[in-house]
């Protein structure tokens, strides 16, 4: 009798808390996240600039304690940037455009005041401005390069629609010492690249995957803008800076036959991560990709993320149920940060969504050469949807880790971070699903 009751309690227990983390029925993948991205865009401008703070600043999250997130991380907020970036430039409503056009050029005056006031790897900075001063993993160099890729952006789409002033005034000058925030950010790149500095998880000072993958394209892009602002001499200091930033990122690929790692020649912080496999790399490619260059369907880039899958997938109990989801990931299988403690690391929103993203990435490449390889490449980008859709908070909010047994929203909440990547998740389906069709139609073409 007892175990009986027992049954029926355990039973009522799982179905009310599936009750509470699935609404009821779920949407379609493709549906969940357009009416997602609705919610993530309203979130995420919240966090830009809330009263009290300094216009310009982006806060990591809301959260003021357990953990303090109401800081404006560079890299963070270089992140939302371009999601604000890629807003004003597809948006046709006036006052949209004027809006956004405001945000970043708030963005700018903050960040050159960060710049002036501190050196350029620091960090974060608090709400008014101030350097971030307690003990802290520093330099981290992922965050100026990172800003050069936005600022540098958006640069370009100005000087295309004539705003020559406010770009040679505010953005790009070529004298040196520089002056101006692009310059500047290119400039401790292009000097500092081969320095060893703290990761993007802020735990580890070596050289990085991730890190060295936006300082290439920082240098890229930017050598283009110095081009067409003048500054030949910069541009091909940069590229070549460049070159060889491509032969030490061949490294992390040569030194592990089965994945790319993550880090090389460790100095100082953590040293517990053994396998060195770590979604950084992934996310490296999502955000340092500018040409073929360990581009996503890159079979080594392949490797390492079907061996992220497989990892997570045993490491974490949620991943035991709901198996027509794909797994939650998490950073790195070793990682034991829970946000309020350090009694085992959970799977995180941003990493999970930064599979879909990358799944959506590989579907928009291989489109050309395998209509049957994109179209699985889709849907197994739209699993890993599902698996964040069904962690969700029930009104679309999102905090950065879910409980590695509840399979509850944990940790900071309304991470920025999650919501920018609502947004390049969407944009990057969106794209797959056009090139695809295109690829289609050029064959029927073809075969007329
Ligand atoms: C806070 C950092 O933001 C996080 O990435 C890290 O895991 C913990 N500190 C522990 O170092
Ligand atoms: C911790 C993460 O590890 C780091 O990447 C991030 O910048 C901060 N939290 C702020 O969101």
């Known amino acids: 009798m007892k175990i009986f009751s027992f049954l029926i309690c355990l039973s009522f227990i799982s179905k009310a808390s599936e009750l509470t983390l699935q609404n009821v029925k779920m949407k379609e993948a493709s549906l969940w996240l357009q009416q997602e991205a609705v919610i993530a865009e309203k979130l995420l401008i919240q966090n830009i600039s809330p009263e009290g703070t300094q216009a310009g600043v982006v806060i990591a999250s809301p959260q003021k304690e357990n953990p303090n997130y109401y800081r404006h991380w560079v890299r963070d907020s270089a992140i939302t940037m371009q999601v604000i970036l890629k807003l004003w430039s597809e948006n046709k409503l006036t006052t949209k455009v ?100 703290f990761d993007l998880w802020e735990e580890v000072k070596a050289e990085h995957f991730y890190t060295k993958m936006v300082q290439r394209k920082a240098l890229l892009t930017g050598a283009h803008l110095a081009r067409r602002l003048n500054d030949p001499a910069a541009a091909r200091w940069y590229e070549l800076q460049a070159q060889y930033l491509e032969n030490s990122l061949t490294e992390f690929a040569d030194t592990n036959p089965d994945y790319i790692v993550a880090s090389l020649r460790r100095t100082e912080g953590l040293d517990s991560k ?19 260059f360990f581009k996503a369907s890159k079979p080594q880039v392949i490797k390492t993320f079907e061996k992220l899958n497989r990892v997570f997938q045993n490491l974490y109990s949620i991943n035991q149920t709901k198996s027509q989801f794909a797994p939650a990931l998490g950073r790195y299988p070793e990682d034991i940060y829970a946000g309020t403690n350090f009694n085992g690391g959970n799977p995180w929103v941003l990493a999970t969504l930064a599979a879909a993203e990358y799944c959506y990435k590989v579907a928009a490449e291989v489109s050309i050469k395998s209509f049957k390889q994109s179209e699985l490449w889709i849907k197994r980008g739209d699993e890993f949807v ?49 090139l695809l069709a295109l690829s289609k139609s050029n064959i029927k073409q073809g075969n007329k």
């Open 386 to 434: 599902q698996r964040v859709q069904y962690h969700a908070n029930p009104d679309g909010s999102l905090s950065e880790q879910i409980d590695r047994y509840t399979g509850f929203m944990t940790s900071a909440r309304d991470l920025t971070w999650n919501y920018s990547a609502v947004l390049t998740t969407l944009r990057a389906r969106h794209q797959s699903e056009v």
């Open 274 to 292: 053994n396998s060195n496999l770590d979604i950084s790399v992934i996310l490296g490619v999502l955000h340092g990709s500018y040409d073929d």
């Open 98 to 197: 004027n809006h956004y056009s405001h945000l970043l050029q708030d963005y700018v005056q903050f960040s050159r005041q960060n710049q002036i006031r501190a050196s350029l790897g620091e960090p974060i900075f608090e709400v008014n401005g101030a350097p971030f001063l307690g003990p802290w993993g520093r330099p981290q160099n992922d965050g100026p390069a990172f800003r050069a890729v936005v600022l540098t952006e958006w640069a370009e789409h100005l000087l295309d629609l004539g705003e020559t002033e406010y770009v040679k005034n505010n953005l790009y000058k070529t004298e040196l010492p520089a002056q101006s925030i692009i310059k500047a950010d290119l400039e401790y790149v292009a000097s500092t690249w081969w320095q060893p500095c």
